[in-house]
């Protein structure tokens, strides 16, 4: 499984909503523009949100000897990903399943797909830490996975799901490469100022009561949600957000 | 349900276990479940529907609050509804039931942290917020704050399955129930254990922005699968109006039409928009009242409005 991939890379976050999949597509586009070959996996089956923030719906899944070929960003076949709503014939039909089904679904994804060779495999995950979560860490036990980055925003209500997410990773003995805080402070596209919608400094005090590195804080820059497909490192490469993804890349190759 | 039930390694020409020919067909012959079926111990009702049917008698409205999408103020919304349904009228109970296994945050919102649960002859009490508001949530069970609750499917559904026979909430006027994202386990368990319990339906949260509609347009989908009624959308977070020079922007872009298009294109009825208000996440992380912190702020009558809304949609 995954013989031919170098660095396994998990997004988590038990909180919903707070931007494990854009932080998941943005560290794929930016480690792409950087050259490396990326792998893209979307495990969260009952919401899966890659297919729509890279454009790639409609697109279908084929199949080669080896497995599933992976869905493709670009003709230099840089970037593949993987995603349960390539399999899904309606884009609004939902997916009714219990845990065994969904745990059968994401052993499949970790087993069947034929990526190639691959520099990063970044998985995003749904939130909770219940079926599908064991799931990738049980299979992950095989293979070296270099670590979790987590994902939060600022509030008390995310940060208290987040250390459950957190003890998670510990208690599975996955390593912890560090805090990403989303949703930090929205710049007035008016009068400039800067207000703190959802508080602030929660990531840094995270960081520091538990002793894991804050990777970055990630303003609210509509910009970037309506980015779609395009990496914030091109098209906005002055920005925060830019920024921010560019130092998270460097203290993952770093540590992995 | 209707049709025949055949298990997969049932003999050929089995009967279905629901047929009354069930343990007595020629095809039953040396079947190993032939003594079971011949008693007619699988016809009977699930006993745990039955059980929760009891329970929750007492229960005038049963809602359930949904998403496909986290992170858009489920619970946020339950604990607004539930304060705003209780403030309302001092004689009217009311109960917040959180089925969020893995990430409750009732305990938070409502401002019982730290609360513990108790035991009594007829179930568990719930913890009190005000006289007339109740809440119960796996987060009073925890021991600590960092405390994940690990657990598969299974494990999740004997919990629910508690939560609704084993807790003593005594003569309810609203059981609201807040649920995580997604459309598995603990939705499948809620809508099955309350199948018979006359459940009024289920109000829908979601955020403007298309990312968030395409889960709760998954959602929509699996209350139409399992026959739950929709009272309808709430669009949350829409509009920012900032404190400083009062011009309102949308943070969460309605790209696609927001949450009012999507329910003219899927015919369910719209409750209405919360805005996006800085206090009311403060008021949520410190867990107090908005309703008498931040008595002018716009989510208040917004709040009101769509309460209405929802008994509207649920006499129909």
Request: a negative charge.
């Given at each position: 499984?995954?013989?031919?991939?170098?660095?396994?890379?998990?997004?988590?976050?038990?909180?919903?909503?707070v931007?494990?999949?854009?932080?998941?597509?943005?560290?794929?586009?930016?480690?792409?523009?950087k050259?490396?070959?990326?792998?893209?996996?979307?495990?969260?089956?009952?919401?899966?949100?890659?297919?729509?923030?890279?454009?790639?719906?409609?697109?279908?899944?084929?199949?080669?000897?080896?497995?599933?070929?992976?869905?493709?960003?670009?003709?230099?076949?840089k970037?593949?990903?993987?995603?349960?709503?390539?399999?899904?014939?309606?884009?609004?039909?939902?997916?009714?399943?219990?845990?065994?089904?969904?745990?059968?679904?994401?052993?499949?994804?970790l087993?069947?797909?034929?990526?190639?060779?691959?520099?990063?495999?970044?998985?995003?995950?749904?939130?909770?830490?219940?079926?599908?979560?064991?799931?990738?860490?049980?299979?992950?036990?095989?293979?070296?996975?270099?670590?979790?980055?987590?994902?939060?925003?600022p509030?008390?209500?995310?940060?208290?799901?987040?250390r459950?997410e957190?003890?998670?990773?510990?208690?599975?003995?996955?390593?912890?490469i560090?805090?990403?805080?989303?949703?930090?402070?929205?710049?007035c596209?008016?009068?400039?100022?800067c207000?703190?919608?959802?508080?602030?400094?929660?990531?840094?005090?995270?960081?520091?009561?538990?002793?894991?590195?804050?990777?970055?804080?990630?303003?609210?820059?509509?910009?970037?949600?309506?980015?779609?497909?395009?990496?914030?490192?091109?098209?906005?490469?002055?920005?925060?957000?830019?920024?921010?993804?560019?130092?998270?890349v460097?203290?993952?190759?770093?540590?992995? | 349900?209707?049709?025949?039930?055949?298990?997969n390694?049932?003999?050929?020409?089995?009967?279905?276990?629901?047929?009354?020919?069930a343990?007595?067909a020629?095809?039953?012959?040396?079947?190993?479940?032939?003594?079971?079926?011949?008693?007619?111990?699988?016809k009977?009702?699930n006993?745990?529907?039955?059980?929760?049917?009891?329970?929750?008698?007492?229960?005038?409205?049963?809602?359930?609050?949904?998403?496909?999408?986290?992170?858009?103020?489920?619970?946020?919304?339950?604990?607004?509804?539930?304060?705003?349904?209780?403030?309302?009228?001092?004689?009217?109970?009311?109960a917040?039931?959180?089925?969020?296994i893995?990430?409750?945050?009732?305990?938070?919102?409502?401002?019982?942290?730290?609360?513990?649960?108790?035991?009594?002859?007829s179930?568990?009490?719930?913890?009190?917020?005000?006289?007339?508001?109740?809440?119960?949530?796996?987060?009073?069970?925890?021991?600590s704050?960092?405390?994940a609750?690990?657990?598969?499917?299974?494990?999740?559904?004997?919990?629910?399955?508690?939560?609704?026979?084993?807790?003593?909430?005594?003569?309810?006027?609203?059981?609201l129930?807040?649920?995580?994202?997604?459309?598995?386990?603990?939705h499948?368990?809620?809508?099955?254990?309350?199948?018979?319990?006359?459940?009024?339906?289920?109000?829908?949260?979601?955020?403007?922005?298309e990312?968030?509609?395409?889960?709760?347009?998954?959602?929509?989908?699996?209350?139409?699968?399992?026959?739950?009624?929709?009272?309808?959308?709430?669009?949350n977070?829409?509009?920012?109006?900032?404190?400083?020079?009062?011009?309102?922007?949308?943070?969460?872009?309605?790209?696609?039409?927001?949450?009012?298009?999507?329910?003219?294109?899927?015919?369910?009825?719209?409750?209405?928009?919360?805005?996006?208000?800085?206090r009311?996440?403060?008021?949520?992380?410190?867990?107090?009242d908005?309703?008498t912190?931040?008595?002018?702020?716009?989510?208040?009558?917004?709040i009101?409005?769509i309460?209405?809304?929802?008994?509207?949609s649920?006499?129909?």
């Amino acid at each position: 499984m995954l013989e031919n991939v170098k660095h396994v890379i998990l997004v988590l976050s038990g909180k919903g909503g707070v931007g494990k999949s854009t932080v998941s597509t943005q560290l794929a586009l930016t480690l792409k523009e950087k050259g490396f070959k990326v792998g893209l996996l979307d495990i969260d089956l009952c919401g899966p949100s890659v297919p729509y923030l890279l454009q790639l719906e409609g697109k279908d899944v084929h199949q080669c000897p080896q497995g599933w070929v992976p869905v493709y960003t670009d003709a230099g076949q840089k970037l593949g990903v993987m995603s349960i709503g390539f399999l899904l014939d309606d884009r609004n039909s939902s997916v009714v399943w219990r845990g065994p089904k969904k745990t059968a679904m994401v052993k499949q994804f970790l087993t069947d797909v034929y990526w190639g060779d691959l520099d990063y495999l970044i998985i995003d995950t749904p939130p909770g830490t219940s079926d599908e979560h064991i799931t990738v860490m049980e299979n992950l036990k095989q293979v070296k996975c270099d670590g979790a980055v987590i994902v939060t925003s600022p509030q008390e209500v995310a940060i208290e799901d987040v250390r459950k997410e957190i003890t998670f990773c510990k208690k599975t003995g996955i390593p912890i490469i560090g805090i990403v805080e989303n949703m930090s402070g929205f710049v007035c596209p008016n009068c400039t100022e800067c207000i703190n919608i959802f508080s602030s400094g929660g990531g840094s005090a995270l960081s520091n009561l538990l002793q894991i590195p804050l990777l970055g804080t990630l303003p609210i820059d509509p910009n970037v949600g309506a980015l779609l497909g395009k990496a914030c490192v091109v098209d906005f490469p002055e920005s925060t957000a830019a920024k921010v993804f560019h130092q998270i890349v460097d203290a993952i190759s770093k540590e992995v | 349900m209707s049709e025949v039930q055949v298990p997969n390694n049932a003999p050929e020409h089995c009967p279905g276990t629901q047929s009354d020919d069930a343990g007595k067909a020629s095809a039953c012959a040396g079947c190993p479940n032939q003594g079971i079926c011949a008693s007619g111990a699988v016809k009977g009702p699930n006993p745990d529907i039955q059980l929760v049917k009891e329970r929750l008698e007492q229960v005038q409205n049963k809602i359930l609050i949904l998403s496909g999408k986290g992170g858009v103020g489920k619970s946020t919304v339950t604990a607004m509804l539930s304060r705003s349904l209780a403030a309302a009228d001092a004689n009217r109970n009311v109960a917040v039931l959180d089925i969020d296994i893995c990430g409750p945050s009732q305990p938070r919102l409502l401002g019982v942290l730290n609360e513990q649960v108790h035991q009594s002859g007829s179930g568990w009490s719930p913890v009190y917020v005000e006289d007339n508001l109740s809440v119960m949530s796996i987060g009073f069970l925890l021991g600590s704050q960092d405390a994940a609750v690990i657990w598969r499917g299974p494990k999740k559904n004997g919990m629910i399955k508690q939560f609704l026979c084993e807790v003593d909430w005594g003569n309810l006027d609203f059981l609201l129930m807040d649920t995580p994202p997604g459309t598995s386990d603990e939705h499948l368990s809620a809508s099955t254990y309350l199948s018979e319990a006359n459940l009024s339906g289920a109000v829908i949260v979601t955020t403007p922005q298309e990312v968030a509609l395409l889960d709760v347009r998954k959602e929509i989908d699996f209350c139409k699968k399992v026959n739950i009624k929709i009272l309808g959308v709430i669009e949350n977070m829409s509009g920012f109006v900032c404190p400083s020079c009062k011009v309102e922007s949308e943070i969460f872009k309605a790209n696609t039409g927001g949450a009012r298009k999507m329910c003219e294109d899927l015919n369910v009825p719209f409750l209405g928009q919360l805005p996006l208000d800085p206090r009311i996440a403060r008021c949520c992380d410190e867990g107090k009242d908005f309703i008498t912190e931040i008595p002018d702020s716009p989510a208040i009558k917004a709040i009101n409005l769509i309460i209405e809304n929802i008994l509207k949609s649920i006499k129909v």
